[in-house]
């Protein structure tokens, strides 16, 4: 059975850093582009992060640029999202996603075929 | 805002059919393939429609895509019970930095 599974999520201050992780199986993981989505409870899903299947490749929506930091540890079928300067705006629920593509660009991706349950952040002092 | 605006709300009794839109530009839906989204209450967003108008296993054959241009449709014939849910359409926007966005989202409600 696929299955992504994330964790880290948590409670941290306007400023502070979190770390999260979404362990993956079922499938060989590094075959395959992987995503980082969050959702505010109520609102639609939005795009974070996407880095590709050997970790060369990165790309990350302008908010959270420069901020966070998405990796891949293909040995331990794993992949993060390291996010620091926190901001209220940061609270949401943080799904990682898989892609069916191995590639990065706008003509490669978005075929989220299987999600993670979610792990949820919370940004406040 | 998104890029991609979708109606907020959409409705029909079981068996109609019901149609979402979604309207975009030539930075996204005008380029890039364009993929459907199904989320029921408390749970991950689904795929429902992949690269336009292609359906995954599993996904019933009454959920179907269309794009046209810069504007793209997903119609679900026969509507059912389980089929209340929230459905986002999705694509590459080429724009200032390049991300990938979600539409704004349609509330189905069945009757």
């Known amino acids: 059975e696929v299955r992504l599974v994330e964790s880290g999520g948590g409670v941290a201050q306007p400023g502070g850093s979190l770390r999260l992780s979404c362990a993956a199986s079922g499938f060989i993981f590094d075959d395959f582009t992987m995503h980082w989505v969050r959702q505010v409870p109520g609102k639609g899903p939005e795009w974070v992060s996407l880095i590709n299947f050997n970790g060369a490749f990165t790309r990350y929506v302008d908010s959270v640029r420069g901020r966070f930091t998405v990796s891949r540890d293909n040995s331990k079928n794993s992949l993060y999202l390291e996010m620091s300067s926190l901001r209220a705006e940061d609270s949401a629920l943080y799904y990682c996603a898989k892609d069916t593509t191995s590639g990065y660009s706008g003509y490669e991706v978005g075929n989220f075929d299987t999600w993670g349950q979610g792990t949820l952040v919370t940004v406040s002092s | 805002q998104s890029v991609l605006t979708q109606p907020p709300s959409a409705s029909g009794t079981p068996g109609q059919g019901v149609s979402i839109s979604c309207s975009g530009s030539?930075?996204?839906?005008?380029?890039?393939?364009l993929y459907w989204f199904q989320q029921l209450p408390g749970r991950a967003p689904k795929l429902l429609i992949y690269?336009?108008?292609r359906r995954p296993s599993g996904v019933p054959g009454r959920f179907s895509g269309s794009k046209s241009a810069t504007s793209a449709s997903l119609t679900i014939s026969g509507l059912r019970s389980e089929d209340e849910a929230d459905y986002y359409c999705?694509?590459?926007?080429?724009?200032?930095?390049?991300?990938?966005?979600f539409g704004t989202g349609t509330k189905v409600t069945v009757l």
């Open positions: 999705a694509t590459w926007d080429n724009g200032p930095s390049g991300s990938f966005v």
């Open positions: 690269k336009d108008d």
């Open positions: 030539s930075s996204n839906i005008g380029t890039y393939y």
